[in-house]
């Protein structure tokens, strides 16, 4: 029984994105059947550096272990982050989402209930937010909240949209919380853009090849004409507003004047709020 445990465990932390390595260690920690151990791991992704602590625990009433949740420590370009991330029988998180998650990005997940029904539902954590064990808060958006990737991304003039090849595997990697390359064609010229899936707003979000977020101009009618869609009822209400202004001007004055998109500048550049620094105590 201590062997199927043992290796039932391995393959759990393998699949969980920790490969094989710390295989050897897990064996070493059961053999000297401690109540509860941690095992330690560190890896890198782009300019962050990530380390966890891996929990597990001997069950009450049989000789067996559990892996119940894992810490995972982000140091990055925008601070320090901690998450605990739970082990729970087809609702896992793989290391390579949970640091989506903690960079800001949303995940796409298979989750099943208590009745063993699938569903699926996007992930992201609140950054505003935390839980009574110091944890981020995780917002659900699922499928009734409307939000449909492919849909969305075939308003923007991506190429590799129209490539069944690329499409697929374009959109799999977004829904693991992946940002994408993916090329633009604007008035005419291919430019390199780099988007992640954005469900809360029912959009994407858009960095050019310098990672910065990008609000395309009026002349890109096709571009705008989205974006225009995906602002905030506020924004909505304020343009309304601004085209009756000007409605009533041009009909005093006799003119006919072409319409213009309005400026969404302001809104656009507002600098994101930091993420509060959490201290967990273990």
């Known amino acids: 029984m201590k ?24 064996s070493q920690k059961i053999k000297q059947q401690l109540e509860t151990f941690t095992l330690e791991y560190q890896t890198t992704y782009g300019q962050s550096s990530i380390e966890v602590e891996l929990y597990f625990s001997k069950s009450l009433t049989r000789d067996m272990y559990f892996f119940n949740a894992y810490v995972v420590n982000l140091k990055g370009p925008a601070g320090r982050i901690t998450q605990t991330f739970y082990i729970n029988k087809g609702n896992n998180f793989t290391l390579k989402e949970a640091y989506n998650l903690m960079s800001g990005r949303a995940v796409c997940k298979v989750f099943k209930n208590k009745e063993g029904k699938k569903y699926t539902c996007w992930v992201q954590l609140d950054p505003f937010t935390t839980t009574p ?25 991506i190429l590799e ?23 633009f064609a ?14 809360k707003f029912k959009s994407i979000t858009i960095y050019n090849e310098s990672m910065q977020k990008q609000f395309y101009p009026a002349e890109s009618s096709k571009i705008k004409e989205v974006a ?8 909505k209400t304020q343009t309304a507003d601004q085209t009756k ?38």
């Open 133 to 157: 064990n110091g944890n981020y808060k995780m917002a659900y958006y699922h499928e009734n909240y409307g939000y449909n990737l492919e849909f969305t991304m075939s308003k923007y003039p």
């Open 228 to 235: 225009e869609e995906t602002t905030s009822q506020e924004e």
């Open 186 to 199: 604007i008035d005419g010229k291919e430019e390199i853009r780099f988007i992640e899936a954005n469900p």
């Open 3 to 26: 062997e199927k445990n043992v290796s039932y465990l391995k393959d759990q932390i393998k699949y969980t994105g920790f490969g094989e390595h710390l295989s050897d260690q897990l």
């Open 245 to 282: 202004k000007k409605g009533k001007v041009l009909t005093n004055l006799e003119k006919t004047v072409p319409e213009t998109p309005p400026n969404l500048s302001e809104n656009q550049h507002r600098k994101r709020k930091k993420r509060p620094r959490i201290t967990r105590k273990m």
């Open 161 to 183: 949209m129209g490539l069944e090849e690329f499409k697929d595997s374009i959109i799999t990697s977004l829904e693991k919380g992946n940002m994408q390359m993916v090329t």
